[in-house]
């Protein structure tokens, strides 16, 4: 057992590394409210639409927009830990490559393995894997023109996808199977514009306060691009059986619609933006460290809550599938507190969370930082 003083000067050295001077602390924070945002979605019964005259139906803008900012960052992270606003070249191309495609493997495994405890989720990191893939071929892409493909795709795959989602193949058994394995719900055509808008913030270098600020205008533009469309125009469910424009046309939920995408994808960046401008205060940077340290771990932070979701809901309910039973034991508070205090605690006395070192450790992150 550690003496106090080693405690001390353990903690002393984690606090050092959340708040390192080459840490983007704000993504931490941004990872972290994305965190909090998919509980509340998975364990909170969300009714009405978000309204924002409307403070009742608040909570609703974690439906949906926490799994878009989980993406978007993740395309942030393939940025920084790929050079940042230095695109790789030659053998350290390479092995960037197979880091990332490493790390897709694992995390495609975990999500597999997520799956298979039978909690009613979608789980997203088989997309998760699939996108990670996805943007092998343009790492050495420069700022500008990924944020021009990602505003291309943004905008031409929500017509496809509508398409891509009536094909047969999905209402058979081996559909429903496949949809599974490769996150279908978060389609990765579409999802993809997400992740490259991400890396685009990060070969434009995110640590730039012009960069933070631009990224936050862009970002409040497109949400009330995409929202105020939608409020004056958009399609509804019960509309979007009825043809393929109706599909399209809406920010609904989890639709993959265009102004969904625009909407929710400007909602990812101006969160991101805002989180790290934050971050830039050093009272602000100590008050979200809890949230700060969830972030820090988001692979674990999301993998607990499943897998205590499945061992609770099998004890007390005797099926872990029972989404309304679960639901009625008013889980949200407890296991978010829950989480927010463990990842806490974790991250002072221990360090790097458990499945992140085993990401790092089996793509050889260590081995390419120094």
């Known amino acids: 057992m550690a003496s106090a003083p080693e405690r ?21 924070l941004a990872r972290g409210l994305a965190v909090v945002g998919m509980l509340a979605a998975h364990l909170l019964v969300i009714s009405d639409a978000f309204v924002f005259a409307e403070p009742d139906t608040w909570v609703a803008v974690v439906d949906g927009r926490s799994s878009i900012l989980f993406a978007t960052l993740a395309g942030v992270s393939i940025g920084l830990m790929t050079g940042g606003s230095v695109p790789p070249r030659g053998t350290d191309l390479t092995s960037a490559r197979v880091r990332i495609a490493i790390r897709a493997g694992i995390l495609w495994v975990i999500g597999i393995l997520l799956i298979l405890t039978g909690v009613p989720v979608y789980v997203i990191l088989p997309a998760y894997a699939i996108l990670f893939l996805m943007t092998l071929p343009v790492l050495t892409w420069g700022a500008r023109r990924l944020a021009v493909l990602a505003a291309i795709l943004g905008v031409v795959m929500p017509l496809l996808q509508v398409l891509l989602d009536e094909l047969p193949i999905w209402s058979t058994p081996l559909g429903g199977d496949l949809s599974l394995a490769i ?9 993809i514009a997400f992740v490259l808008a991400g890396l ?8 730039a306060t012009a960069v933070q600020l631009r990224v936050l205008a862009v970002g409040v533009a497109l949400a009330l691009v995409g929202y105020g469309a939608d409020a004056a125009t958009g399609y509804g ?22 102004l969904e995408v625009i909407g929710s994808g400007g909602f990812a960046l101006a969160v991101i933006a805002a989180a790290v401008l934050l971050c ?12 700060r340290a969830v972030g820090a771990m988001p692979l674990t932070a999301y ?11 099998a004890v007390v309910l005797g099926d872990p599938s029972d989404l309304s039973g679960f639901r009625a034991l008013e889980p949200f508070w407890p296991m978010t507190l829950g989480i927010i205090v463990l990842c806490t605690v974790w991250a002072l006395f221990v360090g790097r969370g458990p499945l992140e070192g085993l990401l790092d450790r089996a793509s050889g992150g260590s081995r390419a930082r120094r």
């Open 8 to 28: 001390r000067v353990t903690v002393a050295a984690n606090v050092s590394r959340l708040n390192a001077r080459g840490r983007v602390t704000g993504l931490d």
């Open 237 to 258: 469910p019960a509309a979007e059986q009825g043809g393929w424009w109706p599909a399209v046309w809406t920010a609904r939920p989890h639709s993959s619609g265009l």
């Open 303 to 313: 993998t607990v809550q499943l897998v205590v979701w499945a061992l609770i809901a």
């Open 280 to 291: 830039r205060v050093a009272a602000v940077m100590w008050i979200v460290l809890p949230l």
């Open 200 to 207: 685009a913030v990060a070969r434009a270098d995110v640590r």
């Open 183 to 191: 996150g279908w719900n978060y389609p990765f055509p579409t999802w």
